[in-house]
């Protein structure tokens, strides 16, 4: 077993942090566009419909607009940490891992399958 050394981990904590504040980045991004998406439709169905004038004060628009925006926000910073975990993943894998081709012999398929 082999120990870590201080510039490795130095290494990997850079690259967590650059990982963390592009994946925050890209959370943000995508709120804002959320919240025009959602607070155009929200406002403007307040003003122009009866329910919705009658029954959504100014609070539930502002939940609904925030909703929206929290859950674009962390969707998105998840799908870019995912992202880039697998790329990470697979530069650092051994060259033996990283030929994904199948070589395989026989029906690409199963005899179910076959025309």
Avoid at 85 to 114: D, I, V
């Amino acid at each position: 077993m082999s120990t870590a050394t201080p510039a490795y981990l130095d290494q990997r904590l850079a690259l967590a942090k650059r990982c963390s504040k592009e994946a925050t980045l890209a959370g943000a991004k995508a709120a804002a566009v959320a919240t025009v998406a959602s607070a155009i439709p929200t406002l403007a169905s307040v003003r122009m419909l009866p329910w919705a004038k009658a029954n959504i004060n100014p609070t539930g628009q502002a939940l609904i607009i925030c909703t929206v925006a929290g859950m674009a926000y962390f969707v998105a910073a998840d799908k870019k940490i995912l992202s880039l975990a697998r790329r990470h993943s697979f530069e650092s894998a051994p060259a033996h891992l990283k030929n994904t081709s199948f070589q395989g012999a026989g029906s690409p398929h199963p005899a179910f399958f076959r025309p």
